[in-house]
């Protein structure tokens, strides 16, 4: 199994297809830790800025399987 993540944005979050769930969600807490120091992710919503709370990041990723 491959795993791909993508941002809330619809971008690939790293370089990497992981090759197990754990390391998807290594790599998805590593991208949240990314955003700690300003406190948020920033994103367009109805094309309006949307700053989503750290909490909400993870579930706003999407994880593709190949």
Do not use: W
């Not at 807490?29 to 992710?41: D, I, L, M, S």
């Amino acid at each position: 199994m491959k795993i791909e993540i993508l941002s809330p944005d619809g971008f690939s979050i790293d370089m990497q297809v992981h090759t197990s769930m754990k390391n998807a969600k290594i790599a998805l807490n590593n991208f949240v830790k990314r955003f700690e120091q300003q406190g948020y992710y920033s994103t367009i919503r109805n094309g309006q800025r949307y700053l989503m709370p750290l909490n909400e990041i993870i579930d706003n990723c999407t994880l593709i399987k190949h």
